[in-house]
């Protein structure tokens, strides 16, 4: 469960002055849903998913995280979350293995616990081949799966991605795409965000786009369709973005 | 905190590191391997040159001395020198290191010299011309020697003893303990060299463990992590330390290993004859006293090297500050500069001075405790900088 209470985040600028990155921020997300968070580059989208993972923190506002706040107990947040972004690299010295070890000690699991994870992890992801091999000699594919392991060692309830696809070529997209929807399957609460409208017809369940740091719409698909009176989301979208131009 | 945490991130760092080869050769090779090859080929080049410097007949000129057959003989049989035809030049030709020095002779030298009427002899020389002076040394000595033979001859024909010139010998030799020796030459070098490596062999490290991640993008990968940012930045810290502290005392392994293998070549080009030692404990002692220095020095770099966004600003960042750690520490190996109230209130250099100290067995415990506990709480504020650091947005995401 999400669930984002008038978020706001101010930056200070030397050139602009004060920029309100994510302004007025409130949405909800739960188990089992994917939601799309939709928007133009510097629109808000990275920032607010930062602040959803405790990276950053809101200027004001609040957000409930996995049941608890993103400002009191950010480490119990990122405990329970799983966070992804095209960002998000892997340490090149490390291999496959190493690398979700690590991760699975920081998150304060005990090595059995790690072992049986990896294992189970490395078996659905068909990542036994590459297993010892550093992440420096990794394709991008491989390297994709790793950091999927690495998100998901400690078994999270909530799921963050970050513009997952962005940079990927069809097939690594496409099975970031996959792993999204088996999260939903599996009852985790999925919020990620892109700016690639077919992605998001074919795997949310609601819909918010955020232009200028501020929510400009939400809901279903379908309520969008309605409400906007148009059938494509890449209409609706520059309707939604360019009116405030 | 919780320093678990903070020992699973160091533990990573240091597997991480150990896999560097750019680490390895800057914390490993150079020391390991370069100092014994300087140590060994300086050694060598000084034996050598100062050996064929030594061995040369210097060619010089004389002028004047046609009416003084006695000296001209003896000159020739000097095997020190060579007598070359005098030209007007001469001057010249010592500026050119044609010949290496040219000496006046006064009109009727012979034949003052007989009758005890005093004359002056001038050796004109190249100062700071290694062969030139060897030359002028050896043309002193000859005259020294060709006055002695005078007096020698003199008080003979006068039916004297010959000791009444010299009615008594001087000797000085060297009765302090070799280890005394061995601080007075290289006690201000053993504080310099382990600061200068404590620093540089933090510096890399600093660097690809904040800049480094940034570039790479794994800074954000475990900021997504519940590790908490103080954790974080004890684990990286600690990896700093160890790697600055390794380097150190590799070098100052191989300094020692190698000084001590080729001591004897060292010492015979030199011409020192006397014993040399430097006492290990008190070397052990240097580096326990170094130790915050240490600590200061990793976390300000890490503060420091966070600011920056890719590892090569880090580098236009980190790079001048090894001047600030140069100057004081090397002022503390000047002759003349000593433990006190005013040398003893400047970091680094306190700590130079004090290890000077102890390398020479002088145990001022009040000053080691007084500089320790200094260096201490500026090695504390260091720490508190780095961690302020790491909990800062706008340094961590910096664009």
Redesign the interface.
Known sequence: MIEANNLCKNFKDKKRGDIHAVDDVSFTCKPGEIYGLLGANGAGKTTTLRILATILAPSSGTANVAGFDVVREPQKVRAHVGFLSTATALYDRLTAAETVEYFGQLFGLDSATIERRTNELFAALDMEEFRDRRCAKLSTGMKQKVSIARTLIHDPPVMIFDEPTNGLDVMAARSITDFIRQCRDHGKTVIFSTHVMTEVEKLCDRIGIIHAGKMRTEGTLDELRQNFGKDSLEEIFVEVSGDAR | MSLR?SL??YR?EL??ML??KRTIRSMVIIPVIAFPLLILGMAYMQAHFMGTAQKEVAPIMLQGGQDSPKLLAALRDFSGVQVVPYQADAKEEVSDKKIRAMVTIPKGFDAAVSIGHPEQVSIGYYEADEKSELAKEKLQKFFDDYRNNVIRAALAARGLPPNLAEPFTVQSANIVAPSKVGAAMFGGLIPYLIIIFCFTGAMYPAMDLTAGEKE???M?????????RTDLVIGKFLMILTASVVTALLSLISLGASFASFKNQIMSATGDSVPIAINPSAVAAVFALILPLAVLFASSLLAVALLAKSYREAQTYVSPLIFIVIAPAFAGIMPGVELNWKTGLVPILNTCLASKEIISGTYNWGHMALIFGMTCVYAAIGLAAAVRMFNR??VL?RT
Request: no cysteine.
């Open positions: 945490n699973i991130v990573k597997r991480d896999r560097d790479r993008g794994t954000e990968t475990i900021l997504s992590s519940p590790v908490s947005e706008d995401f």
